[in-house]
């Protein structure tokens, strides 16, 4: 049981990386999928999260304005669409559970992959 994030790559200031989000071993329906970021040295944080049935979506708002996320529960996977990139946003991208409401990770459904890194060079 995993959630796989891939499509992360080095991209200038300004520039744009999609994201993408693969469950395996799960089916991601019935749940408040979400991206979450670890810049070296900080903690890991929560950058957006998508309900299930309205799609209703929450951003941190460092990144409002720039990412888009969206789902698609028939092919079990999330993206996140990352425009107008900055150096700030550097670090390794995660998806994961999140918990109602909020942008934190749920700590009971550990289904964290390895990540994809997304780097912003200046």
């Known amino acids: 049981v995993q959630l796989q994030a891939s499509g992360g790559g080095l991209v200038q200031a300004g520039g744009s990386l999609r994201l993408s989000c693969a469950a395996s071993?799960?089916?991601?329906?019935?749940?408040?999928i979400g991206w979450f970021r670890q810049a070296p040295g900080k903690d890991r944080e929560g950058v957006s999260c998508?309900?299930?049935?309205?799609?209703?979506?929450d951003y941190a708002d460092s990144v409002k304005g720039r990412f888009t996320i969206s789902r698609d529960n028939a092919k079990n996977t999330a993206y996140l669409q990352m425009d107008g990139l900055k150096p700030e946003d550097t670090g390794r991208y995660y998806c994961?559970?999140?918990?109602?409401?909020?942008?934190?990770?749920?700590?009971?459904?550990?289904?964290w992959g390895q990540g994809t890194q997304v780097t912003v060079s200046s």
């Open positions: 998508i309900n299930s049935l309205d799609g209703s979506a």
């Open positions: 071993g799960f089916a991601m329906d019935y749940y408040r």
């Open positions: 994961g559970i999140c918990d109602p409401g909020t942008l934190k990770a749920n700590t009971d459904l550990d289904y």
